[in-house]
């Protein structure tokens, strides 16, 4: 009996722990692009360059002055303890090695679109503190204290809201489309709320945990 009610500790034990224990992956916003989908912030603005699809934003860089792409990802509703890294994953497509533009409005020229991702902890750039260097695009980006300066990165955490704009460094006006994009964050959990229950499973592993070492006690007691 002593041994079953050991096994049987372990067992429960475990279950708790695994079904209350902190997950290093907190939870994943995720914004699809398109007209009856997620519209970015920056095209509530009048000026904007981009062009919003049925599935996709066409991000444009000019030299036209018309605001540049930006988006938010607000987890101020997200219950965590630490932050360590985000992860932002971007689908998209039409980003060419070489563009064809026009010098002077006659005289072509090929240049190399060079596009690049700014994460950040506004969309303002009146602060030193505002927007990240940029790194180039990719469909993976891992951004933490080390990537990225790290009083930005804190302010991405003290804001509760990392933010995403886009810049091309070469001549002329180029563009792509932008599908989705997804930012993970990664760290521990917050405390559960009081008003959480736990599952079932552990709840009636612990029961029955509880029950048999009531037994064990009653047994011995004669």
């Given at each position: 009996m002593k041994k079953f009610i050991s096994k049987l500790t372990a067992v429960v034990t475990l279950s708790v722990v695994s079904t209350f224990s902190n997950a290093d992956l907190i939870t994943t916003i995720t914004h699809d692009y398109g007209q009856q989908q997620y519209t970015p912030n920056s095209l509530a603005s009048n000026n904007s360059c981009d062009t919003l699809n049925a599935d996709s934003v066409t991000i444009t860089d000019n030299s036209n002055g018309c605001g540049r792409f930006y988006d938010y990802f607000d987890f101020s509703t997200v219950n965590f303890n630490t932050i360590d890294s985000f992860e932002l994953s971007l689908d998209f497509s039409?980003?060419?090695?070489?563009?064809?533009?026009?010098?002077?409005?006659?005289?072509?020229?090929?240049?190399?679109e060079?596009?690049?991702?700014?994460p950040g902890a506004s969309a303002s750039l009146n602060s030193g503190y505002d927007y990240s260097h940029d790194q180039d695009i990719a469909?993976?980006?891992?951004?933490?204290?080390?990537?990225?300066?790290?009083?930005?990165?804190?302010?991405?955490?003290?804001?509760?809201?990392?933010?995403?704009?886009?810049?091309?460094?070469?001549?002329?006006?180029?563009?792509?489309?932008l599908n989705s994009a997804s930012l993970s964050i990664f760290g521990t959990l917050g405390e559960p709320l009081a008003a959480e229950i736990p599952e079932p499973a552990p709840l009636a592993l612990l029961a029955l945990g509880m029950f048999a070492l009531g037994a064990s006690k009653r047994r011995n007691a004669k």
């Open positions: 039409n980003v060419s090695d070489r563009n064809l533009d026009w010098l002077f409005g006659f005289i072509p020229v090929w240049n190399n060079n596009w690049n991702v700014r469909t993976t980006i891992n951004i933490d204290a080390n990537t990225v300066d790290a009083q930005i990165f804190q302010n991405m955490i003290t804001n509760q809201n990392f933010s995403l704009m886009f810049a091309e460094e070469s001549m002329g006006s180029d563009s792509f489309t």
